[in-house]
C-alpha cells in the first residue's frame, strides 16, 4: 500500500528525520507513537505529500508518490489534521459536500449527494446538517472533519487514511468512538495511519505501532512485540509499568512516578 | 442569483432614467429600439437620446463593470485571506494602483505619452494594474509564512505598503502643477463623471477577464477555507490557485482605480452581505458579488449624481460614508461571536 523507504528530511541544517523505512499494507491500521518533537507531523506530512523528502522515496500504490498528480492522490488518500478552525462560516452540510471536491467539477451529482449522506450518517452528525460549523464544539467540529475526509475517499475502499491526533480535545466518549470508526475504517480495507499520543489506545487499536525518537525509529511492529519497558523508555524518557488486564492481549501501561526530576 | 440580477438590471434603468434631464421607462425602451433599428417610431425628443445615448448610458455602463470589479474581486481576496476582513483596499491594492496612476499623470512626459499614443485608454490601466500588483506582491510575501497567510503581518504590511505609496503619492502630488494637482484630488476622491464609451471600453477587458474567471475558482476558494493544507490534500495546486486569484483581483481592483479612482469598502460588504443573507459558499458568493456589486455601485452613483443638483457628490465619499458603519458592525459582530 505505502512502503517508506530511507526517509529523510532536513528543515535548514536539522536533521528531523533519519533513513526510516517501514510499510503499511490496506486493511492495516499503523500507529505513530513518539515524542513531542521526535519527527511525526514531519513524518505525516512527507507521506501524504505536503513536503518533499530530502532523500528516500514513498511508493503509494505501487507507485512513487512524487509522480501522482494532486487531484488524482486526492481520491486516494485523506487526510484529518489537528487544526480545524475555519474564519469563514460554512454550514455543515457544505462542509462535508467538500470532501467530495475531486469528484465533480462545478456542481455535486447524485452520487456526491448520496455520499455526503452516509458519511454523515457513519460519524453520527446528521442531526447537525444545518448547522454553522463555527458554532459547534471542538469534539462536533472534529466529528464533521471527520466525515468530510471520508467523503473523500468513500469511493476508493482501499484508500489511505491520514490521522493527526484524531482523539486530541476529545472527551472520554467521543475518543473511543474516533478509535473505534478508525479500526472499523480499517476493518473495511482502507490503510489508516494515525499519529497517537495514547499508547493504551495505540496497543488497543492499532495493528502495528512504529514508535520514533529524534526522527529516528525506535522499533516497529504488534503492539505485542513493541510496548515493553525498554521502547517506551527510549521513546519517550519515563520509566512505566506494564498491566496485565482481562480481555486486552497487550499490557497496559501506566506511567510511573517520575523521581528526582524537576 | 435570480433576484440579484432582477436588482441590477432594475436599478440599471432606474439609473438610466434619472437626472438633469428626464427619461421615462417607454421613452428609454422607445430610444433603445429606435437606435437599435428594431422600431421606427420615435416617441421621445433627441435631446433624451443624445443624454442617454452619450452621457449617461457609459457611466451606468462603467458603474455597473467597476461595481461588479470590486465586489467579485472583494470576494476572493477574502477568501483567499481566509479572513472576512481583507479587502482590496487594505492589503495595497488601490494604494499601488493609486501611485502608478498619479505616477502616469504628474510625468505625463516620455513613456506614458508614447504609451498613451498605441494604447490610449489602457495605458492609465495597465499602469495602475502594474502598480498593484507591486504591491500586493510585496505585502503577499510578507504576510506568508510556511504556506500559510499571517493575519496580522498581513494587514500591518498592508499598512506600512499603504503609507509608503500615500508618501510616494504626496511627493508627487508635491510636484504636480495647479492642472494635474486638479485631476489628482478629483480623480482620488473617485468618480465615475469622466465616463464616456471610450472609458468603458478601455476598462470592459480587466473587468471581463476576472468576472469570466474567478467564478471557476470558487470551490478551490472554498478549500482554501479549510487552510492551505486541507486545500493540498483535496488535490488543488494551492500556490498555482493564489497567484491567480491575486492576478486576476489585482487586474479588476487596478483598473478599476485607473478609472474611477479609490472606490472603498464595495469589495468589503457586498460578500458580507451575501454571506450573511445567504450563504458562506464560494460557489454564490464569488459572482453574486459581481451582481450585487454592480447594483450597489450603480446605485450610490445615481445618489452621487443626484442628491446635491446640480453638482455632484464623489462617489468615493458616499460609499465611505455608507460602508464605514458597515465595517463596525462587521467588526462588533465578530467580537460578540469570538466572547461566546
Redo the contacts between chains.
Sequence with gaps: MIIAHELSYHAGKKELLHRLSFEAKAGEMLAILGANGAGKSTLMKLL???ISPSHGHIIFRERNLQQY???????Q???L?Q?NT??????VT??VM??R??HFD??PGERDIEVVRQVMEETGITALAGRDY?TLSGGEQQRVQLARVLA?IYDTPDACLFLDEPTNGLDLLYQQQMMELARRLANKGYCVICILHDINFASRFADKILMLKDGKKVAIGTPLEVINHENIYETFNIQVKLMECEGYDCPLVIPAMIQNNL | MLSLTALLIGVMVLSSCIGAVEISVPELLSILANRTGLSDVANFRPQQAAVLLNIRLPRVFLGVLIGAGLGISGAAIQGLFRNPLAEPGLIGISSGATLFAVLMIVLEVGVFKSLSGVMGFYALSLAAFTGACITTGIVYRLSVRNGKTVITTLLLSGIAINALAGAFTGLLTYMATDEQLRTITFWSLGSLGGASWATVTGLLPFILIPLAGLPFLAKSLNALALGDAEALHMGIDVIMIKRIIILLATMAVGASVAVAGIIGFIGLIVPHILRMTFTADHRLVVPGSAILGAALLSLADLVARTIVVPAELPIGILTALIGTPVFLYIIITERNKNKI
Design positions: 501524504c505529500r505536503e498528480k494532486l487531484p488524482e492522490l486526492a481520491k488518500r485523506a487526510v489534521s487544526q475555519i474564519s469563514i462560516s460554512f454550514i457544505e462542509l467538500m470532501g471536491y475531486p462545478q456542481f463555527n473523500q
